[in-house]
């Protein structure tokens, strides 16, 4: 696949915290910075999103009395999985990963900032209704085909390339420029949601090949 010059590169919440040893380790989470440190150099416009939460957020198992990690309860918004504390406002484990370079990068979007919604969406909260701006952002520059990396693919990087192609955009996850929780099937399911959404999914060879 040949890129265009408003082509972005979204690179999706490659944090400490998610990779192997952090508290909500993304297995061989580590081994996405090569292909997009390579991916980075291609784009014009690289962009990237920061889980970043508050000690009391609601998506937190520990700040729910007799719950544990992984267990799913009811908010207003819908179902909501409990994780393991990660990705604090301010501490390491928020940091994005070492090795990450990206020095074309133009824009971070913090998510997650409210202590009352979960945000795996690099375009739209939880609760579907509430958006982060980077719609508008692309919108506003004339960018309108993504192609996205980073953690973990069947959460934040799916929902994030579904928004987008809902929102408009061309989507395309390049998938060894990811990697799954995978948690009961879900990186199949995210795949086929993703297929039905029109999302596209390639190798980073197609773009690394023919730059």
């Not at 690179?11 to 915290?17: L, P």
């Not at 928004?163 to 408009?168: E, F, K, L, T, W």
């Not at 998938?175 to 879900?186: K, L, N, T, V």
Request: proline share 7%; glycine share 10%.
């Amino acid at each position: 696949m040949r890129l265009l010059p408003g082509d972005v590169l979204l690179v999706v919440d490659v944090q400490r915290d998610f990779l192997p040893g952090g508290p909500l380790a993304v297995p061989d989470g580590d081994a996405v910075t090569a292909p997009i440190n390579r991916l980075g150099a291609l784009f014009d416009h690289v962009l990237l999103t920061q889980d970043w939460h508050p000690a009391d957020h609601v998506s937190f198992a520990a700040n729910h009395a007799g719950r544990l990690p992984f267990e799913q309860i009811e908010l207003p918004y819908g179902p909501q999985v409990l994780w393991p504390t990660h990705c604090v406002q301010g501490s390491d484990g928020a940091l994005f990963a070492p090795g990450l370079d990206l020095p074309r990068a133009e824009l971070v979007v913090r998510k997650g900032f409210r202590p009352g919604v979960d945000s795996y969406s690099a375009l739209t909260e939880a609760d579907r209704r509430t958006p982060t701006g980077l719609a508008g952002y692309l919108r506003e520059r004339g960018l309108r085909r993504l192609f996205l990396a980073g953690l973990a693919t069947d959460f934040c990087v799916a929902w994030s390339a579904m928004d987008a192609a809902a929102a408009g955009f061309e989507a395309h996850v390049i998938e060894d420029a990811c990697r799954a929780i995978d948690m009961g099937g879900s990186l199949d399911r995210a795949w086929q949601a993703m297929g039905e959404a029109n999302v596209g999914r390639l190798d980073s060879h197609a773009l690394l090949g023919r730059a």
